[in-house]
């Protein structure tokens, strides 16, 4: 089955207009950003080809208008999509593509991280070198396991503490 795979432009950890998991598996995909229209988009790649479902990574990257016009695709398109990204950035706070999509989507299916302790992890703390808590930033920081860490919420608090 063709899958369309789409990731944020702003992100190049795996190269431009690449998706790599953690364990090595790496795809050329399509980018968009924030000024994109992504039901035209779909609706032109569509045109070039039938596709069985489109997948997006980073998906906390979508602005609440992207996950509409995500929406609008697959009703009117017809066209399953998959968005894989964080919930909440280094402070806990919701990424606005992540709020838009909790709000939006049909079905969620969470991939579950484990923290040291064992327990589920919800949140992530963004690192200095020296591997102590950064409190402040920009919300958006390209970073991979070098710089962001998953704990749970108690692990979290007293990281930010």
Known sequence: MKTYLLTARLDHRAGHGRISSRIG???EADTFDSADDLFAKLSQ???????ACVF?????FL???QVWQL???VDDLRVPIMCY????DFQGELFPGSAALLALADEMRE?????HCGKK???VVRQNRDGAAIKDGAQVQIGGNETYVSLCRRHWREAMA
């Open 25 to 27: 598996i790496a795809e």
């Open 45 to 51: 790649r569509l045109d070039e080809s039938p596709i």
């Open 56 to 60: 997006i990574d980073e998906a906390q």
């Open 63 to 65: 602005s609440k208008d």
């Open 71 to 73: 929406a609008r695709a």
């Open 85 to 88: 990204g964080l919930r909440v």
């Open 111 to 115: 991939v579950r991280t484990i923290c």
């Open 121 to 123: 992890a919800t949140m």
